[in-house]
């Protein structure tokens, strides 16, 4: 592999060179569910590869991804979500079972397990500058949470319509950024680093992946086992043998909002470029495979990788 590019400071005295630093990187880590979990590896391998992250913009999944390496905590919950099976992350949704409130899950649950783990951080403590990505329904704008706590800020920015519960900020009702900035660039473009750095899960579909469907010998049973039935994914839920693939309510709508999100991104993109843009597949997973974090983490390492090594990079 080329030798990571180094920026030096000073110059020579003598034989004898100043040391050297990092070159530095603002990280953009865009939404995509349990699919964004591929930030972790693209995270660690970046960092491996010699750079220094010094400012991170996150939404959605890479608001949450990016607030807990923003406090240090990655690696502890990369083994947490690690250990986690198909009934572990159900256990972590809280339905509420009707759309009162706004959506069909809590949300405190999870965030009460990133607490457990992380701790309740205020971002401006953060030891790199942090900007988590929201949107503002009400005045239909795109808002940077760039002070105070750190999970109501991801709280916010995962807030996708009819699943999770809008979130209230300061008297602003807050819902998912990846409606209006699913790869957040443009935080980033004022912060003092060499590099800006974006990683996508809107990336083109491949057709060649595997399609992971569950079986089961078991139906739901009862009218809160019907009702779930209707909107987990199927492999999150029970399949009768043999019988065909049905997507439920909540894999449809992750389909359709891959679709406007990855749309959506490749024209923000285009306008506001990053020094290096590395893609995932937006079929890759479903948003919900949070199971599979071994294997998403792995792949993110890999594209992480692979694009370090094709890129020849000019300091901005």
């Given at each position: 592999?080329p030798a990571?590019p180094?920026i030096e400071?000073?110059s020579r005295?003598?034989?004898?060179k100043?040391?050297?630093?990092?070159?530095?990187?603002?990280?953009?880590?865009?939404?995509g569910?349990?699919?964004g979990l591929?930030?972790?590896?693209?995270?660690?391998?970046?960092e491996?590869q010699g750079?220094?992250?010094?400012?991170?913009?996150?939404?959605?999944?890479?608001?949450?991804?990016?607030?807990?390496?923003a406090?240090g905590k990655?690696?502890i919950?990369r083994d947490?979500?690690c250990s986690?099976d198909?009934?572990?992350?159900?256990?972590?949704?809280?339905?509420s079972?009707?759309?009162?409130?706004g959506?069909?899950?809590?949300?405190?649950?999870?965030i009460?397990?990133m607490?457990?783990l992380v701790g309740d951080?205020r971002?401006?403590?953060?030891?790199i500058a942090?900007?988590?990505v929201?949107?503002?329904?009400?005045?239909?704008r795109?808002?940077w949470l760039?002070?105070?706590?750190?999970?109501?800020?991801?709280?916010?920015s995962?807030?996708?319509p009819?699943?999770?519960?809008?979130?209230?900020i300061?008297?602003?009702l807050?819902v998912?950024g990846a409606?209006?900035?699913?790869?957040p660039?443009t935080?980033?473009i004022?912060?003092?680093?060499?590099y800006?750095?974006a990683?996508?899960?809107d990336g083109?579909?491949?057709?060649?992946?595997?399609?992971?469907?569950s079986?089961?010998?078991?139906?739901p049973r009862g009218?809160?086992?019907r009702l779930?039935?209707?909107?987990l994914?199927?492999e999150?839920?029970?399949l009768?043998p043999?019988?065909a693939?049905?997507?439920g309510?909540?894999?449809?709508?992750?389909?359709?909002?891959?679709?406007?999100?990855?749309?959506?991104?490749?024209?923000?993109?285009?306008?506001y470029?990053p020094?290096?843009l590395v893609?995932?597949?937006?079929?890759?997973?479903s948003?919900y495979?949070?199971?599979?974090?071994r294997?998403l983490?792995?792949l993110?390492r890999e594209?992480?990788?692979a694009a370090?090594e094709?890129?020849?990079?000019s300091?901005?």
């Amino acid at each position: 592999m080329p030798a990571t590019p180094s920026i030096e400071l000073g110059s020579r005295i003598g034989d004898d060179k100043l040391p050297t630093r990092k070159p530095t990187v603002a990280l953009a880590l865009g939404a995509g569910g349990a699919k964004g979990l591929a930030h972790i590896g693209a995270i660690e391998e970046l960092e491996a590869q010699g750079f220094e992250i010094v400012a991170i913009a996150g939404c959605s999944m890479g608001a949450l991804i990016g607030g807990i390496r923003a406090a240090g905590k990655l690696d502890i919950y990369r083994d947490w979500v690690c250990s986690l099976d198909k009934f572990d992350v159900l256990k972590l949704v809280d339905w509420s079972f009707s759309f009162a409130g706004g959506g069909l899950i809590k949300g405190e649950k999870i965030i009460g397990a990133m607490l457990e783990l992380v701790g309740d951080v205020r971002i401006e403590d953060l030891p790199i500058a942090y900007t988590a990505v929201a949107t503002d329904l009400e005045r239909e704008r795109e808002v940077w949470l760039t002070r105070g706590s750190l999970f109501d800020a991801v709280r916010a920015s995962i807030a996708i319509p009819t699943l999770f519960r809008p979130h209230l900020i300061n008297g602003r009702l807050l819902v998912d950024g990846a409606l209006l900035n699913p790869v957040p660039v443009t935080p980033l473009i004022r912060e003092p680093a060499d590099y800006v750095i974006a990683v996508s899960i809107d990336g083109p579909a491949e057709t060649n992946l595997p399609v992971e469907i569950s079986a089961g010998d078991t139906k739901p049973r009862g009218g809160i086992g019907r009702l779930l039935g209707r909107f987990l994914p199927s492999e999150l839920r029970a399949l009768e043998p043999g019988k065909a693939h049905e997507p439920g309510a909540l894999e449809l709508l992750g389909q359709s909002m891959d679709l406007m999100q990855a749309n959506l991104s490749r024209l923000r993109l285009a306008a506001y470029q990053p020094d290096l843009l590395v893609q995932l597949a937006r079929n890759v997973s479903s948003a919900y495979a949070f199971y599979r974090a071994r294997e998403l983490i792995e792949l993110g390492r890999e594209k992480m990788r692979a694009a370090l090594e094709s890129w020849h990079p000019s300091p901005r």
